[in-house]
């Protein structure tokens, strides 16, 4: 079926928020895939906004037999949408979807990564794209396929290290060249564009069509841009959340899924108040 407007729209940020960290059993993707698919019988659209890679979220398409009409990917620097959704704008179109970049290549942050070859830092951190997908499997306890799909990534670069300091140092370099650095549970994500401008202009296209209520979901402090410019945010989070404590919103601390698809359940389908 496909809808005109939409009675609802579900904002979502991917991992430790819809997706558990430390691995995701058959049950629980059976479990995510006929919830969105209840949500698509009633008009409500959902919509990742992820660091994930477009491939990896493909790939997250694929096993949860589901089709997004829209995500954000790479942590806000590609926005993708189905044709049909956003008709009648015109794409740079590629298998039916149209893709708006915010960013440019990785490749500009080069500068940033040279500055730290005269620092104490150098030696103490870890971009994900220089690994291998075997040793990317294990930094993110992930499948091999996963891995594979992580390390692709065109606008991004995602930084570990055990020094908060070199941390703080990259970060800082990166503010400084111009770019914007996101801390989310493990890692640090840099790039030219956050996951707040993305919804923005998102919403921007599709806004007209939705007519009911906008949730959001996120896990850390990366998301509360566009946390914040839904009527529901959600945190998904054991960790204080000061940093959305001028918004109301909703606090979730364990049992990934379940819990954060019945919030959204009892509120978009059931139209349970929030207040």
Request: include cysteine; hydrophobic fraction near 35%; charge should be neutral.
């Amino acid at each position: 079926m496909e809808c005109k407007t939409f009675n609802g729209l579900w904002l979502t940020d991917i991992d430790d928020t819809l997706l558990p960290s430390n691995g995701t059993p058959p049950q629980v993707f059976n479990h995510i895939s006929s919830f969105l698919k209840t949500l698509d019988d009633y008009c409500v659209l959902t919509v990742p906004v992820t660091f994930k890679t477009k491939p990896e979220l493909e790939d997250l398409s694929r096993r949860l037999n589901y089709y997004f009409k829209a995500y954000v990917a790479e942590g806000g620097c590609s926005v993708i949408i189905s044709e049909t959704l956003a008709n009648p704008y015109q794409w740079n179109t590629e298998g039916g979807e149209g893709v708006i970049t915010l960013c440019r290549n990785r490749s500009m942050m080069d500068p940033v990564f040279h500055s730290l070859e005269s620092t104490s830092c150098r030696d103490k951190y870890v971009k994900l794209t220089s690994l291998t997908p075997v040793e990317a499997s294990k930094l993110l306890n992930t499948s091999l396929k996963e891995a594979e799909n992580a390390v692709k990534r065109e606008f991004t670069e995602v930084v570990c290290s055990s020094n908060s300091e070199c941390l703080q140092l990259i970060e800082k370099e990166a503010v400084s060249h111009g770019f914007k650095a996101f801390r989310t549970r493990r890692f640090l994500h840099l790039g030219e564009a956050g996951k707040e401008e993305a919804v923005k202009l998102l919403l921007n296209l599709i806004g007209y069509r939705v007519k009911g209520l906008i949730i959001s979901s996120g896990d850390s402090p990366a998301d509360a841009g566009f946390l914040s410019i839904a009527e529901i945010p959600i945190i998904v989070s054991n960790n204080h959340t000061e940093w959305l404590r001028k918004y109301p919103y909703v606090k979730i601390t364990n049992n990934i899924p379940y819990s954060l698809i019945d919030i959204v359940s009892r509120h978009i389908l059931l139209k349970q108040p929030f207040w």
